[in-house]
């Protein structure tokens, strides 16, 4: 039973990082058919945020050392204004462009970024110890869960339903999904696209912050690679979940860390290293099975 | 007349490499980009050890002066970075720490029948087995790590069971293990399980279930990674109340990470020299303070030794050769049997261009304090296919 009960939180907490972070991508791709492949550098950005800008081995922390109330308004606004300033001095000049055009801008900022972040923090990874009592392990039905799992795993269905309630009952929440839905027509019926287009940047930039400050808690490192391959998690979150649909976006990401754990667990050890190549391959069965996606919202297919 | 200044300027910059009656060192390095933490601070050593030999007259009475290219920590622009340091008049080459990115250059500089170095490379391709006959690293291999920590461990703590926990992400972490794989079943202890992640990994969270579901606590856990994907596997196994002790290879020395595990302790790391001032050694902590003299700070990491010891190395054996001819010098460095360093003694052979077998120093944190607390070099050199398993 403790042992099923484990396997479930390491799944549920690490699929929980992914769920957010594919969230952020695809609630822009939604609005602006834009995979925005610079928000591995976004959640980068706001580690870094944490830290007093300087090349010096040691981190000093900065925004860190602010308390937790003040501390996580400040990053998740960083991370807000850290998307809504890239959409308005990058995407923005690319609304007409066709997506690829806009994907390799998207490839650019993220160099941009992540060149930033070296020419003034270095190449060092750094140390930050953010709330580091929140690994201590707890007891919970059997296992031993530290804290933050527990924290990831509420705070990621916060963020799932508070979303859901933004999109469901809010005027630009439904401007959203109008916008998701066929842009062109809902920008003719008085949608306003700049407000639509910059308030997804905003949620997607602080749902970057979020995974970064979870990331930051869990490993207690910043390294300016850090967004790199959680970015890529959860890009292909998204596509199988089918472009475009949040539920789809969150209930892959869970699926992608829980496959993970799974194969982390079971495995034999020759093939534990080849375990991301195993997931891989699970993903190309489930896109050559559904191309469209697992959860593809009926929209998203092309209508004659 | 600034704008002549600057013409003369530029020009004696451009004219000095070219200049005949130097000896010139091509420095092909990552100058940005992740790799450069690494290679900077040792390519600062090595321009110490520079400073110091023309400071006492030179190098066969010859001025020793380095260029540098950038190598962007970029593999193809390595090989373009050594090929243009070549046809600058380099008449050796130091390569990036890491034998992937300094390969392409060290691969130039052998097509030329020249010497090259890596600065810190600990794989034991980087030299005979993957360049050629004329290329050297400065460090001592990875296996040599591990399998003083098995040894160490299991001399001075008493250790009898081990939890090996690799990192797949790159070549020098498997070294590590490959070493400790070795020594630790030969000495006698036992290896209770083993289990691997990746640097990238956001959680470790399955490989921590697995370590707990032992049916007692490993003496040792030999944790094959480099930071900063072992700083927050520490962080995440101290944090589920695992408490045996954790060894360690050389890259995850330096005091700079262990903010990410507040109050650490029981943590092990090998090194060739300490920078926390308490090196047995005079000569270490002499080089300590004229790193901080040229830089303003002190090392952050031992990854600066081996940059003074390659050209400390490297110009004896051209002293002893008489001249810069890659194949003489590499004749002269192979004789180098237990040659003394600042940071103990180094053999090569026509085998090996590495060092299979090396005085460590051991540095243990207790309470977030790194400290020396012994130094071990291994009963058996690493034998060669060991090495190349």
Not at chain 1, 182 to 210: E, K, P, Q, W, Y
Not at chain 2, 338 to 363: K, W, Y
Request: aromatic content about 8%; some cysteine.
């Amino acid at each position: 039973m403790g042992t099923v009960a484990q396997l479930f939180f390491d799944a549920v907490s690490l699929g929980g990082i992914y769920a957010m972070a594919a969230l952020g991508i695809a609630l822009i791709f939604g609005v602006m058919n834009l995979v925005n492949f610079a928000h591995g550098e976004y959640i980068a950005f706001c580690v870094f945020a944490l830290i007093v800008p300087s090349t010096d081995a040691v981190a000093v922390m900065f925004l860190g050392k602010a308390p937790a109330l003040v501390l996580i308004p400040a990053l998740l606004i960083l991370g807000a204004l850290m998307a809504m300033t890239s959409e308005y001095v990058v995407f923005r000049h690319f609304r007409r462009a066709d997506p690829v055009a806009m994907m390799i801008a998207s490839f650019a900022l993220g160099f941009v970024i992540q060149n930033g972040l070296l020419a003034i923090y270095g190449s060092r990874p750094k140390a930050i110890s953010l709330w580091p009592s929140l690994n201590t392990p707890i007891h919970v039905a059997g296992a031993d869960v530290p804290l933050l799992q527990l924290i990831v795993i509420i705070a990621t269905l916060l963020v799932v339903s508070g979303l859901a309630l933004l999109l469901k009952k809010t005027r630009i929440g439904l401007e959203m999904r109008a916008a998701a839905e066929n842009f062109t027509m809902a920008r003719m019926l008085g949608v306003r696209a700049n407000v639509v287009i910059t308030g997804a940047f905003a949620l997607s930039g602080a749902l970057a912050a979020a995974v970064a400050m979870i990331m930051v808690t869990q490993t207690g490192v910043a390294d300016v690679r850090m967004g790199g391959s959680i970015m890529l998690v959860a890009f292909i979150a998204t596509v199988i979940g089918g472009m475009g649909s949040l539920p789809g976006a969150v209930a892959a990401g869970f699926l992608i860390g829980a496959v993970s754990v799974l194969l982390q667990a079971f495995l034999p050890l020759d093939a534990r290293p080849f375990r991301d190549a195993f997931l891989y391959t699970l993903v190309i069965v489930c896109l050559l099975l559904r191309p469209q996606g697992l959860f593809a919202s009926p929209n998203s297919k092309p209508r004659v | 007349m600034k704008t002549f200044l600057t013409t003369t300027a530029l020009a004696l910059g451009l004219a000095a490499p070219a200049m005949a009656d130097d000896i010139t060192v091509g420095f092909a390095i990552a100058q940005s980009g992740w790799l450069e933490a690494y290679d900077t601070p040792a390519a600062t050593a090595a321009r110490i050890r520079i400073d110091e030999i023309n400071a006492n007259g030179g190098l066969l009475g010859k001025q020793i002066v380095w260029t540098q290219a950038d190598t962007k920590s970029d593999q193809a622009q390595s090989a373009s970075a050594g090929l243009q340091l070549i046809d600058e008049g380099a008449d050796m080459l130091i390569v990036s720490c890491d034998y992937d990115f300094g390969a392409p250059a060290a691969l130039a500089a052998e097509s030329e029948g020249m010497n090259s170095f890596f600065l810190c490379a600990e794989d034991v391709k980087a030299g005979i087995q993957g360049v050629g006959p004329n290329s050297f690293s400065a460090s001592v291999l990875a296996a040599v790590q591990g399998a003083t920590m098995a040894e160490w461990s299991m001399a001075q703590r008493e250790a009898k069971t081990g939890y090996v926990l690799l990192d797949t992400t790159i070549e020098y972490n498997k070294g590590i293990c490959t070493g400790f794989d070795w020594m630790f079943p030969a000495a006698g202890g036992e290896i209770v399980g083993r289990d691997t992640f990746k640097n990238g990994d956001a959680s470790i969270a399955s490989q921590i279930t697995r370590i707990k579901a032992l049916s007692e606590e490993p003496d040792v856990i030999m944790l094959c990674s480099y930071i900063p994907g072992a700083a927050s596997a520490v962080r995440q196994i101290r944090a589920a109340g695992i408490n045996s002790l954790i060894l360690n290879g050389s890259a995850v020395d330096g005091s700079y990470w262990l903010d990410a595990t507040p109050d650490l302790s029981g943590f092990i790391v090998p090194v060739q020299g300490s920078i926390y001032g308490d090196d047995p050694r005079p000569a270490v902590e002499a080089f300590n303070q004229a790193y901080e003299k040229a830089t303003g700070s002190r090392p952050a990491s031992s990854y600066a030794y081996p940059g003074y010891v390659l050209i400390d190395l490297w110009a004896k054996a051209v002293e002893r050769a008489g001249t810069l001819d890659g194949a003489a010098v590499t004749a002269e460095l192979e004789k180098m049997q237990g040659e003394e360093t600042a940071f103990g003694p180094r053999s090569f052979s026509d085998q090996l261009h590495h060092q299979n077998s090396a005085e460590m120093q051991i540095v243990e944190i207790s309470s977030g304090t790194p400290a020396v607390v012994g130094s071990w070099t291994i009963s058996t050199p690493v034998p060669l296919d060991v090495l190349l398993k």
